[in-house]
């Protein structure tokens, strides 16, 4: 008999907004969070109250992401092993896995491997004959980067005499490997929102500071006329006054947007790259006292530093 036992994932959002999550990021016309920029009308006023409430958003799920989840498991009972019998395990980095094993009627031949897309298989352990006919097979395998595990129980020096073989694995993901992929999705479709809509700023603020100039020296020009002239003066200042509001509000969208930007521009970052980042900073920069998520990612890296 064999069993496959995927335990539900227990982390400080519930299984239903988990697979609202991962709909969320597979679907490229529904977000979660809009990336509609803030309608322009005359004396509005952008602050960091609208980025903020972004960026809360997109770290909501993170506020948690140490809580212990869940292995899924895999177990095997009564495998007849006549020749070899090769179990895969999809792994994602940052995963530990976890076998146990036993055999009767004999011993077995046992290896591991690992295999990365595009960088092809390495060996983890080696073959060799070992006795889980007399006690149970332990071991553990801490995966750096996504792959597949590869567990081979090979019989064929011994194939007259077929082998019962009894398997546990447990894979133990990282608690926030679906929300941190979530959120860099997220952010990255919002970063792409957020430079067009600064494009266009941009090319609006050039417009109107021609516009402005153009009215500017036309004003000058009416105000050397006589008194005959006073009503086409006002309309132009009018027009003046318009292309000036403009002019503010475009500068003070692009601030915004620049701030904005910047902040999207970290959150693209994986737990990887950011790692990486923060690696140069390290902590008397102050980064490691910015939020708890850079505090862990800090802390990680000093602790695979000790082990190293």
Not at 125 to 133: A, L
Request: with cysteine.
């Amino acid at each position: 008999t064999f069993t496959v036992i995927v335990l539900r994932v227990e982390v400080s959002y519930s299984a239903t907004d988990l697979r609202k999550m991962e709909e969320s990021s597979n679907n490229e016309g529904d977000n979660a969070i809009t990336t509609t920029p803030p309608t322009i009308t005359n004396g509005h006023s952008y602050n960091a109250s609208h980025s903020l409430s972004i960026f809360a958003t997109l770290d909501a799920p993170f506020i948690h992401f140490d809580r212990r989840v869940e292995p899924i498991l895999w177990q095997g009972k009564d495998i007849l092993v006549q020749q070899t019998y090769d179990l895969k395990i999809p792994a994602s980095a940052g995963s530990t896995i976890k076998y146990s094993f036993s055999t009767q009627i004999g011993d077995i031949n046992f290896s591991t491997q690992f295999l990365t897309p595009g960088l092809g298989i390495e060996p983890v352990i080696q073959p060799m004959r070992v006795p889980s006919d007399e006690e149970t097979i332990n071991g553990s395998f801490k995966s750096v980067r996504d792959g597949i595990f590869l567990l081979n129980f090979d019989n064929s020096y011994s194939w007259f005499n077929p082998k019962l073989l009894f398997y546990q694995i447990s894979l133990y993901q990282p608690a926030f490997t679906l929300a941190d992929s979530n959120r860099c999705a997220q952010s990255r479709k919002l970063l792409k929102a957020v430079v067009e809509d600064t494009k266009k700023a941009q090319i609006t603020l050039m417009m109107s500071r021609e516009r402005f100039s153009v009215v500017t020296n036309e004003i000058q020009h009416l105000e050397a006329r006589l008194q005959a002239l006073f009503l086409e003066i006002d309309q132009k200042k009018g027009i003046l006054k318009s292309a000036n509001d403009e002019l503010a509000e475009m500068d003070a969208r692009i601030k915004y947007n620049l701030e904005k930007q910047n902040g999207l521009c970290i959150r693209c970052l994986d737990k990887k790259l950011l790692t990486l980042m923060l690696s140069f900073l390290g902590k008397p920069s102050g980064a490691y006292g910015t939020c708890k998520y850079w505090k862990a990612c800090l802390d990680d890296l000093e602790s695979s530093e000790d082990e190293q």
